[in-house]
């Protein structure tokens, strides 16, 4: 099967119901369908899989130097609710076919999978971040959406929570990283350049705010009596937009998911639940940004008398990929006679999380739009291809 043909088929797992992309969240019946698929398109490849305490996949191809540390490469295969069929898979699938090209090497390669990614179900690079020892003490405690925690729907899917500590990677088993994945941006399909080479990925910091305020009846409960937990989201909302905007590119704030309780429409909503989520290429002003959100918020909850609950995670600073490999990248690409850009991700991806315990960098292609996280994502099969090759011919020079 092809690549194209690969990410088609893949691309059918967890479609939405209502058409409306793919859900294939980490921990459900969808991913699992999915894994088993790449796993066995990998060992239809001469890959020796396993899957670690956490849910990654890996499949692995020996070296002609045992003892060498391997190259990883690969990227997710969770999506976000509504998700496109390249965001992730084009890492995984174009890694297997990097890898499916090479012949005998001095090191081993490794293609990985990683679960939960995406911060929809679980906090973000779950995956990544069990491979690399970057846990946090809270990660089995912490609830999805419907209030399910971590520890059981992991056990749900037939993993045992108390493993995922132990995923983390030996030191020294991984010599590099190299992760390819769709830019999810603008900038390479407005340049007509075929492939970017990733120097910096912005740093990110998502959470949730909560408001608590007191139900009321709507008609009789004058304005100025309330403790209405929306009308205080929404002073404190415009004012976060306000805080990114007078920041200025890059630094993005985004509102996804919204909650409120009770939510009839003839009661003063007495609770909202938020997420938050802020991004920025340079440390300082995602800091600026995540500080000003916060006294939006506080103030907001002072003005409408509400309580607010802040819960912010640690984040993701903004993270350099290794200039050696962004070196190897850029003469692969020469090579192969790709033209390419030298960029900065917008985009979270595991390579954040790699990068803290091996050199990492990552290769973009174009998608149509600069669009992802929608069911119009799209990579022609030639940008695919391109990608792919490039992937192949940095793996070659990294393991040899
Ligand atoms: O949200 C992100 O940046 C990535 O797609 N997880
Ligand atoms: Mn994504
Ligand atoms: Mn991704």
Same mark, same amino acid.
């Given at each position: 099967?092809?690549?194209?043909?690969?990410?088609?088929?893949?691309?059918?797992?967890?479609?939405?119901?209502?058409?409306?992309?793919?859900?294939?969240?980490?921990?459900?019946?969808?991913?699992?369908?999915?894994?088993?698929?790449?796993?066995?398109?990998?060992?239809?490849?001469?890959?020796?899989?396993?899957?670690?305490?956490?849910?990654?996949?890996?499949?692995?191809?020996?070296?002609?130097?045992?003892?060498?540390?391997?190259?990883?490469?690969?990227?997710?295969?969770?999506?976000?609710?509504?998700?496109?069929?390249?965001?992730?898979?084009?890492?995984?699938?174009?890694?297997?076919?990097?890898?499916?090209?090479?012949?005998?090497?001095?090191?081993?390669?490794?293609?990985?999978?990683?679960?939960?990614?995406?911060?929809?179900?679980?906090?973000?690079?779950?995956?990544?971040?069990?491979?690399?020892?970057?846990?946090?003490?809270?990660?089995?405690? @912490?609830?999805?959406?419907? *209030?399910?925690?971590? &520890?059981? #729907?992991? !056990? =749900?899917?037939?993993?045992?929570? $108390? %493993?995922?500590?132990?995923?983390?990677?030996?030191?020294?088993?991984?010599?590099?990283?190299?992760?390819?994945?769709?830019?999810?941006?603008?900038?390479?399909?407005?340049?007509?350049?075929?492939?970017?080479?990733?120097?910096?990925?912005?740093?990110?910091?998502?959470?949730?705010?909560?408001?608590?305020?007191?139900?009321?009846?709507?008609?009789?409960?004058?304005?100025?009596?309330?403790?209405?937990?929306?009308?205080?989201?929404?002073?404190?909302?415009?004012?976060?937009?306000?805080?990114?905007?007078?920041?200025?590119?890059?630094?993005?704030?985004?509102?996804?998911?919204l909650t409120l309780r009770p939510g009839s429409p003839n009661v003063v909503p007495a609770a909202v639940e938020l997420t938050?989520?802020? @991004?920025?290429?340079?440390? *300082?002003?995602?800091? &600026?940004? #995540?500080? !000003? =959100?916060?006294?939006?918020?506080? $103030? %907001?909850?002072?003005?409408?008398?509400?309580?607010?609950?802040?819960?912010?995670?640690?984040?993701?600073?903004?993270?350099?990929?290794?200039?050696?490999?962004?070196?190897?990248?850029?003469?692969?690409?020469?090579?192969?006679?790709?033209?390419?850009?030298?960029?900065?991700?917008?985009?979270?991806?595991?390579?954040?999380?790699?990068?803290?315990?091996?050199?990492?960098?990552?290769?973009?292609?174009?998608?149509?739009?600069?669009?992802?996280?929608?069911?119009?994502?799209?990579?022609?099969?030639?940008?695919?291809?391109?990608?792919?090759?490039?992937?192949?011919?940095?793996?070659?020079?990294?393991?040899?």
């Amino acid at each position: 099967m092809s690549l194209w043909e690969r990410l088609q088929a893949l691309a059918r797992i967890g479609a939405a119901p209502d058409g409306q992309g793919l859900v294939r969240w980490p921990f459900t019946p969808a991913e699992a369908e999915a894994v088993a698929q790449v796993r066995a398109w990998m060992e239809a490849d001469g890959l020796r899989t396993r899957r670690d305490g956490a849910g990654n996949l890996f499949g692995r191809r020996e070296g002609t130097d045992p003892a060498a540390a391997a190259v990883l490469v690969g990227s997710h295969l969770d999506t976000v609710r509504g998700g496109g069929s390249y965001d992730g898979a084009l890492g995984v699938l174009g890694a297997m076919e990097a890898v499916a090209g090479l012949p005998a090497l001095r090191r081993p390669v490794e293609v990985v999978a990683f679960t939960n990614e995406e911060g929809n179900r679980y906090p973000a690079l779950l995956g990544s971040r069990a491979l690399t020892g970057a846990l946090l003490p809270d990660e089995l405690d @912490r609830r999805d959406p419907d *209030g399910m925690p971590l &520890r059981e #729907a992991m !056990a =749900a899917a037939g993993l045992d929570p $108390a %493993a995922l500590a132990g995923c983390a990677a030996q030191p020294g088993r991984y010599a590099a990283y190299l992760e390819l994945h769709i830019e999810q941006g603008p900038v390479l399909e407005a340049s007509g350049t075929p492939a970017g080479i990733v120097e910096r990925i912005a740093g990110l910091r998502m959470g949730t705010a909560t408001l608590l305020g007191r139900a009321d009846h709507a008609g009789t409960t004058p304005m100025d009596r309330r403790a209405d937990a929306l009308h205080a989201a929404a002073g404190a909302l415009s004012a976060a937009y306000a805080a990114a905007d007078g920041l200025g590119r890059p630094a993005v704030l985004t509102c996804g998911r919204l909650t409120l309780r009770p939510g009839s429409p003839n009661v003063v909503p007495a609770a909202v639940e938020l997420t938050l989520d802020m @991004r920025d290429a340079e440390v *300082g002003r995602l800091d &600026r940004l #995540a500080e !000003a =959100a916060h006294a939006a918020f506080a $103030a %907001a909850a002072e003005a409408h008398g509400v309580k607010l609950r802040w819960e912010m995670r640690p984040g993701t600073p903004p993270t350099p990929m290794d200039p050696g490999l962004c070196d190897i990248l850029e003469a692969a690409a020469r090579d192969l006679g790709l033209p390419c850009l030298r960029m900065t991700s917008g985009a979270g991806h595991d390579a954040m999380a790699v990068a803290r315990i091996m050199p990492a960098a990552m290769v973009f292609v174009p998608c149509r739009g600069g669009r992802s996280h929608t069911p119009d994502e799209y990579a022609s099969p030639e940008a695919c291809a391109n990608g792919a090759a490039l992937l192949r011919e940095a793996v070659r020079r990294c393991a040899s």
